[in-house]
Nanobody, 128 residues
Framework: QVQLVESGGGSVQAGGSLRLSCVVS????????MAWFRQTPGKEREGVASITSNGVPGYRDFVKGRFTISQDNSKNTVYLQMDGLYAEDAATYYC??????????????????????WGQGTQVTVSS
């Protein structure tokens, strides 16, 4: 059974930083895509950043230069370093996983329904 557990959310002032973590267990596919998504009430879930099993990252334009996705395979953990946070970055952030190709891993940022497994989410609050 695949489980994803996010942590690291919290409250920060605009311009501040947070690092989210996602620990994955039970995932047995040799190829994977890990990604971060976010959602606010009344809006659809949107992709933020992704990383492939080859270590290739992808970002939505609105976080490029501010957010960094990385992974530590020894810890089965994916991170999202968020710097220069804006008030509009406030959301519940979700970690997702799935056996996607490199191309699919970029596409899932636009079409999140392509992801197979989800965490429970972690809340990020940004005060202006």
């Amino acid at each position: 059974q695949v489980q994803l557990v996010e942590s690291g959310g919290g409250s920060v002032q605009a311009g501040g930083s947070l690092r989210l973590s996602c620990v994955v267990s039970g995932y047995t596919y040799s190829t994977y895509c890990m990604a971060w998504f976010r959602q606010t009430p009344g809006k659809e879930r949107e992709g933020v950043a992704s990383i492939t099993s080859n270590g290739v990252p992808g970002y939505r334009d609105f976080v490029k230069g501010r957010f960094t996705i990385s992974q530590d395979n020894s810890k089965n953990t994916v991170y999202l370093q968020m710097d220069g946070l804006y008030a509009e970055d406030a959301a519940t952030y979700y970690c997702g996983a799935g056996p996607l190709s490199d191309l699919g891993c970029r596409g899932v940022l636009i079409y999140p329904d392509g992801m197979s497994y989800w965490g429970q989410g972690t809340q990020v609050t940004v005060s202006s």
